[in-house]
């Protein structure tokens, strides 16, 4: 590595880690190096890592000594936590301590933070728009990462909060893609009105990442959001249809019917649906697009992203299954 600038990468085999990686990876003279921290180095995304040059370090976030560990010497730290992997909003606020601390506890110049907005501040507690979760929160995977950022701030770490998007890969891995209805037609169905869903390739998310450590001192202390496009339900479903060459069309159902689909995370997707409806100038805002392509330039469209994955959408019948988001 000799003396390239260590970025350790969280969550490095997943889609932002492994964006990151990637990024880091593919601009061999930019002066960074990556360390990319998986709890398998056997894995096959691990190996391919490897392969493109990244140290690949064993590591569990949930165990605090090997993440202070893998963090030792590293420039720079990539921070993303795993909601989707325990349903936890406690869980997912203890692996952002334990990084908080590791990337305390390191020295490390340079924080990236991937974060979303704690929904509480526009819809409080006691607020009846949409129902409490969990005894607390009202869409418990953003809340949880919003109520995070103070772990990073209380710490004087030298962060960037970097507010994501709705991956487009939702529609390929989720079940969120087209599925045909009784009445033939395809479908995408989201609770959102006519309002707008900032959107993004999930791979711009590691670029824009990168795009952030590079300009160091320009984003310490500050947050970033990022988007690719801000599209209606009507708008994604034409640009489906023109790349699938069928017609898909938006299902605008309620938040209480999406609630009430019944798959493991309806109920937080619900209430986040609603939460980017009802709040779209203030969700779409914290995301300009303008931005977004300053920071990263080459930054997908939909329909750019569509266009080299679309025939990765898989066209089913049948209920919604979860996000990932
Ligand atoms: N889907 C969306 O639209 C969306 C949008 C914005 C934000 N998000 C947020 O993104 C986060 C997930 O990021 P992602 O999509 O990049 O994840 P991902 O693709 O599911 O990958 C997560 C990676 O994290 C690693 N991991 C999980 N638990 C770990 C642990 N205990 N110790 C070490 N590594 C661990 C796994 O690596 P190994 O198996 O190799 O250890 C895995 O490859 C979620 O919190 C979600 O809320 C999602």
Same mark, same amino acid.
């Given at each position: 590595?000799?003396?390239?600038?260590?970025?350790?990468?969280?969550?490095?085999?997943?889609?932002?880690?492994?964006?990151?990686?990637?990024?880091?990876?593919?601009?061999?003279?930019? #002066?960074?190096?990556?360390?990319?921290?998986?709890?398998?180095?056997?894995?096959? *995304?691990?190996?391919?890592?490897?392969?493109?040059?990244?140290?690949?370090?064993?590591?569990?976030?949930?165990?605090?000594?090997?993440?202070?560990?893998? %963090?030792?010497?590293? $420039?720079?730290?990539?921070?993303?936590? &795993? %909601?989707?992997? $325990? %349903?936890?909003?406690?869980?997912?606020?203890?692996?952002?301590?334990? @990084?908080?601390?590791?990337?305390?506890?390191?020295?490390?110049r340079h924080v990236i933070w991937s974060t979303?907005?704690?929904?509480? *501040?526009?819809?409080?507690?006691?607020?009846?728009?949409?129902?409490?979760?969990?005894?607390?929160? *009202?869409?418990? $995977?953003?809340?949880?990462?919003?109520?995070? /950022?103070?772990?990073? =701030?209380?710490?004087?770490?030298?962060?960037?909060?970097?507010?994501?998007?709705?991956?487009?890969? /939702?529609?390929? $891995?989720? #079940?969120?893609?087209?599925?045909? #209805?009784?009445? #033939?037609?395809?479908?995408?169905?989201?609770?959102? !009105?006519?309002?707008?869903?900032? !959107?993004?390739?999930?791979?711009?998310?590691?670029?824009?990442?990168?795009?952030? %450590?590079? *300009?160091?001192?320009?984003?310490?202390?500050?947050?970033?959001?990022?988007?690719?496009?801000h599209l209606t339900g009507d708008q994604m479903?034409?640009?489906? =249809?023109?790349?699938? !060459?069928?017609?898909?069309?938006?299902?605008?159902?309620?938040?209480?019917?999406?609630?009430?689909?019944?798959?493991?995370?309806?109920?937080?997707?619900?209430?986040? &649906?609603?939460?980017?409806?009802?709040?779209?100038?203030?969700?779409?805002?914290?995301?300009?697009?303008?931005?977004?392509?300053?920071? /990263?330039?080459? @930054?997908?469209?939909?329909? =750019?992203?569509?266009?080299? /994955?679309?025939?990765?959408?898989?066209?089913?019948?049948? =209920?919604?299954?979860?996000? !990932?988001?």
């Open positions: 590595m000799g003396d390239k600038k260590i970025i350790a990468v969280t969550g490095a085999t997943g889609a932002q880690g492994g964006g990151v990686c990637r990024a880091i990876l593919k601009d061999a003279g930019g #002066g960074y190096a990556v360390r990319a921290l998986t709890r398998n180095p056997g894995s096959d *995304k691990a190996k391919e890592l490897k392969k493109l040059g990244a140290e690949v370090v064993e590591v569990d976030i949930d165990d605090a000594e090997s993440l202070k560990r893998a %963090f030792r010497g590293a $420039h720079g730290a990539f921070c993303v936590t &795993f %909601f989707w992997e $325990h %349903f936890s909003p406690e869980k997912e606020l203890a692996e952002a301590r334990n @990084m908080a601390d590791a990337a305390k506890h390191a020295g490390v979303l907005e704690d929904t509480r *501040k526009w819809v409080p507690i006691g607020d009846r728009r949409m129902p409490t979760l969990m005894g607390k929160y *009202k869409v418990p $995977h953003f809340d949880a990462k919003g109520e995070a /950022n103070r772990l990073f =701030s209380e710490r004087d770490l030298p962060t960037t909060f970097l507010l994501t998007s709705f991956y487009w890969e /939702n529609l390929i $891995h989720f #079940g969120m893609g087209p599925k045909r #209805g009784e009445d #033939g037609n395809l479908y995408i169905t989201f609770p959102m !009105g006519d309002k707008k869903l900032p !959107g993004i390739a999930s791979e711009d998310i590691g670029k824009s990442a990168y795009a952030i %450590f590079r *300009k160091g001192d320009d984003f310490i202390g500050k947050t970033v959001g990022i988007a690719g496009d479903a034409a640009a489906l =249809s023109k790349a699938l !060459g069928q017609e898909v069309r938006y299902n605008a159902v309620s938040p209480e019917v999406y609630r009430g689909l019944g798959f493991p995370g309806a109920e937080d997707l619900g209430n986040m &649906f609603q939460f980017k409806r009802d709040f779209e100038s203030d969700f779409c805002g914290a995301r300009s697009l303008g931005f977004s392509r300053t920071l /990263n330039p080459s @930054m997908q469209t939909f329909e =750019s992203w569509l266009a080299e /994955n679309g025939d990765r959408i898989p066209i089913e019948k049948g =209920s919604l299954r979860a996000s !990932g988001e």
